[in-house]
């Protein structure tokens, strides 16, 4: 495990599963303790250097903190206000009506406004921002606002609700969407399966329809996504489960992939929401408790051939 992934976002140094004996797959961390990121619900690793990029759910405002390996919250050291009391990043001409996920590529942050609970929503869309210095500017503004809409959805609400996402990740120069589905009429249910869909259009004046990609129904609950640094992984975090797929050799469905499945304790994750990878080894989690916990791949076992 790493360096960089031991010390990332601590608060506390406490390992779960004790002291003494080998580590565990998933380890503890520590704590989130700024007050205003009280249900962080999407996290990746910045590319300007050792730093993520978080922001809450639904309802918040619209805004991204950044926090570097050590727990401090990045901020202007010009502007006159402690870490505590510190607003985060403010985005212009944006909204924050449910944020799900957050992916970043070439310099370019992908804020993705596209949680759906009650599959009826029909501004479903994501923001666009350059990644800017969080030490030298305090707001930024989305450079444009991207409406997104699923081709196999005629109703709102949706007869199957399977149009809630949570999960987004950049690969190719290609913004990709990943499903988590509900029993229809019950926002607080459970249902097998997921759908991958690819973005591709960039029109701001009229929807961009989704392509229908893949689709797996043994991914319980997608709530987050990220691709490895090196662009050869996918990793998607689930409530009882972290899976990571290899690069398709042809095309783009990952779900068609090899892929490496890890089981989790949900008594442990809890409401896991965000993924991102540390390393090329590492992954960092973040849940809405405020939890921070890292996940050793090695430690995933290889799931069966699909047919």
Same mark, same amino acid.
């Given at each position: 495990?790493?360096?960089?992934?031991?010390?990332?976002?601590?608060?506390s140094?406490?390992?779960?599963?004790?002291?003494?004996?080998?580590?565990?797959?998933?380890?503890?961390?520590?704590?989130?303790?700024?007050?205003?990121?009280?249900?962080?619900?999407?996290?990746?690793?910045?590319?300007?250097?050792?730093?993520?990029?978080?922001?809450?759910d &639904?309802?918040?405002?619209?805004?991204?903190?950044?926090?570097?390996?050590?727990?401090?919250?990045?901020?202007?050291?010009?502007?006159?206000? &402690?870490?505590?009391?510190?607003?985060?990043?403010?985005?212009?001409?944006?909204?924050?009506?449910?944020?799900?996920?957050?992916?970043?590529?070439?310099?370019?942050?992908?804020?993705?406004?596209?949680?759906?609970?009650?599959?009826?929503?029909?501004?479903?869309?994501?923001?666009?921002?350059?990644?800017?210095?969080?030490?030298?500017?305090?707001?930024?503004?989305?450079?444009?606002?991207?409406?997104?809409?699923?081709?196999? $959805? $005629?109703?709102?609400?949706?007869?199957?609700?399977?149009?809630?996402?949570?999960?987004?990740?950049?690969?190719?120069?290609?913004?990709?969407?990943?499903?988590?589905?509900r029993?229809?009429?019950?926002v607080?249910?459970?249902?097998?399966?997921?759908?991958?869909y690819?973005?591709?259009?960039?029109?701001?004046?009229?929807?961009?329809?989704?392509?229908?990609?893949?689709?797996?129904?043994?991914?319980? $609950?997608?709530?987050?996504?990220?691709? &490895?640094?090196?662009? &050869?992984?996918?990793?998607?975090?689930?409530?009882?489960?972290?899976?990571?797929?290899?690069?398709?050799r042809?095309?783009?469905?990952?779900?068609?992939?090899?892929?490496?499945?890890?089981?989790?304790?949900?008594?442990?994750?809890?409401?896991?929401?965000?993924?991102?990878?540390?390393?090329?080894?590492?992954?960092?989690?973040?849940?809405?408790?405020?939890?921070?916990?890292?996940?050793?791949?090695?430690?995933?076992?290889?799931?069966?051939?699909?047919?």
């Amino acid at each position: 495990m790493s360096n960089r992934a031991i010390v990332a976002l601590l608060v506390s140094g406490v390992a779960y599963g004790g002291s003494g004996g080998a580590a565990e797959p998933v380890e503890y961390i520590g704590r989130l303790t700024h007050e205003a990121l009280d249900e962080v619900s999407g996290i990746v690793k910045s590319e300007r250097g050792d730093f993520y990029w978080v922001h809450n759910d &639904s309802g918040d405002e619209a805004r991204l903190f950044a926090i570097d390996a050590d727990a401090n919250v990045l901020r202007p050291p010009y502007m006159r206000v &402690s870490e505590s009391d510190w607003p985060g990043h403010s985005i212009d001409n944006a909204w924050n009506f449910d944020w799900e996920d957050i992916a970043l590529a070439d310099g370019v942050l992908y804020i993705a406004d596209v949680g759906n609970n009650g599959n009826a929503r029909r501004d479903l869309g994501v923001y666009v921002v350059n990644e800017p210095d969080p030490l030298a500017i305090p707001r930024m503004r989305a450079l444009n606002f991207l409406p997104v809409r699923y081709p196999d $959805q $005629q109703n709102h609400p949706a007869e199957r609700w399977h149009f809630d996402c949570e999960a987004v990740f950049v690969a190719d120069r290609k913004l990709y969407f990943i499903t988590k589905h509900r029993r229809p009429g019950q926002v607080g249910s459970r249902e097998p399966g997921a759908k991958l869909y690819r973005l591709d259009t960039a029109f701001t004046d009229r929807e961009n329809v989704l392509t229908l990609v893949g689709l797996r129904d043994d991914i319980d $609950q997608a709530t987050g996504a990220d691709l &490895s640094p090196d662009g &050869s992984r996918l990793a998607v975090s689930a409530y009882e489960a972290l899976w990571v797929f290899e690069k398709p050799r042809v095309g783009d469905d990952w779900f068609s992939s090899r892929a490496w499945k890890l089981d989790l304790d949900p008594r442990m994750v809890k409401q896991l929401e965000a993924v991102t990878w540390d390393d090329a080894e590492t992954l960092l989690l973040v849940n809405e408790n405020r939890d921070v916990m890292v996940a050793d791949v090695g430690a995933f076992a290889r799931v069966g051939e699909r047919n």
